[in-house]
């Protein structure tokens, strides 16, 4: 294993804070991993790591020479990359909030990967905090406003929010027509990942923002519950439209207080502020662009692939 291989190999243990995660990342056999660092110790003349049963970490020298092979290997990438115009490779592993991922990235996924056939895509979804490094994931999809200052966030795109409620409550209980008028009506709580406190509703009351809390008979924590509790008139929920855009067309859910809608969500996607965005990372991050460029992207057709050639 020549020195720049050797520098990844210890990099990648110092991310995934295991030899056995390292290896199987890079699809090697963990004894080359612990042989490659091992040398790279012995070459230096330090201790590197410092090892337990249950945990790896970096020593001072290891932290210090781990920024180091960073920037080495960072730039030994580009410049490969810009001489070679080598096509990206390898395993790109993001994190995607569910429906997020169903309704903007899966549909034109075909277009990406025919683009690029080198690259291996493991996609994960969640909306909890991701500790990217320790868990070797290269960027995360999340709605919202990041609150994390160690990851850099780029905006995609802001989604339009709506209250809305199903013909059966708004039958019961009638269509609410002011934020300050709905007594007697309930929400379906959604607990915050955060907090775990039920979210209040968000109102745009003449040029300022509003909040309400109601009753809430029925609190869920995932996206597809929320709609469908929504559908079996539990309650008034708030979501982005493209979420319950199928059911306003069929009339299961009805939008009311329109003239009151929540601010828009943004959309971001983070990555690590220490780490060099690899090639693989950078076409994807700039393929999604693309994909959230097409507004409310109703109509699904994937958007056009840069020739990577």
């Known amino acids: 294993m020549d020195r720049f291989d050797a520098m990844r190999v210890f990099s990648r243990v110092v991310e995934r804070r295991s030899f056995t995660l390292a290896a199987a990342d890079l699809g090697l056999p963990r004894s080359t991993v612990t042989d490659a660092v091992k040398q790279l110790e012995a070459r230096l003349g330090v201790r590197l790591l410092q090892r337990t049963t249950r945990h790896v970490s970096p020593t001072l020298d290891g932290a210090a020479y781990h920024q180091r092979c960073l920037a080495i290997l960072s730039d030994i990438e580009d410049a490969e990359g810009a001489f070679a115009r080598a096509?990206?490779?390898?395993?790109?592993?993001?994190?995607?909030?569910?429906?997020?991922?169903?309704?903007?990235?899966?549909?034109?996924?075909?277009?990406?990967?025919?683009?690029?056939?080198?690259?291996?895509?493991?996609?994960?979804e969640g909306d909890r905090l991701v500790d990217l490094i320790r868990e070797g994931i290269d960027c995360v999809l999340r709605v919202g406003e990041p609150q994390d200052s160690d990851m850099i966030a780029r905006r995609m795109t802001l989604l339009d929010e709506i209250t809305c409620a199903a013909p059966d409550y708004i039958a019961r209980h009638g269509r609410p027509e002011?934020?300050?008028?709905?007594?007697?009506?309930?929400?379906?709580?959604?607990?915050?990942?955060?907090?775990?406190?039920?979210?209040?509703?968000?109102?745009?009351?003449?040029?300022?923002?509003?909040?309400?809390?109601?009753?809430?008979?029925?609190?869920?924590?995932?996206?597809?519950?929320?709609?469908?509790?929504?559908?079996?008139?539990?309650?008034?929920?708030?979501?982005?439209?493209?979420?319950?855009?199928?059911?306003?067309?069929?009339?299961?859910?009805?939008?009311?207080?329109?003239?009151?809608?929540?601010?828009?969500?943004?959309?971001?996607?983070?990555?690590?502020?220490?780490?060099?965005?690899?090639?693989?990372?950078?076409?994807?991050?700039?393929?999604?662009?693309?994909?959230?460029?097409?507004?409310?992207?109703?109509?699904?057709?994937?958007?056009?692939?840069?020739?990577?050639?």
Do not use: C
């Not at 395993?91 to 034109?108: K, S």
């Not at 309930?186 to 990942?193: D, E, H, N, V």
């Open 178 to 309: 002011r934020p300050d008028a709905l007594d007697g009506h309930r929400m379906i709580g959604f607990r915050s990942s955060t907090t775990g406190a039920p979210m209040p509703l968000e109102f745009q009351v003449a040029g300022r923002v509003e909040h309400v809390v109601l009753p809430v008979t029925v609190a869920v924590n995932a996206a597809e519950s929320f709609v469908a509790a929504a559908r079996l008139g539990l309650g008034l929920i708030q979501v982005p439209r493209y979420h319950v855009a199928q059911d306003l067309k069929a009339g299961t859910l009805i939008e009311v207080l329109e003239s009151f809608r929540p601010t828009p969500t943004p959309v971001h996607i983070l990555y690590p502020r220490n780490r060099q965005l690899s090639p693989r990372v950078r076409v994807f991050i700039d393929w999604l662009v693309g994909v959230f460029a097409e507004g409310d992207n109703r109509d699904l057709n994937p958007p056009e692939v840069p020739d990577p050639r």
């Open 87 to 124: 096509r990206p490779k390898g395993l790109l592993r993001i994190d995607v909030h569910g429906t997020l991922a169903r309704h903007f990235v899966l549909p034109r996924l075909p277009a990406f990967l025919a683009a690029y056939p080198d690259i291996e895509l493991y996609m994960s």
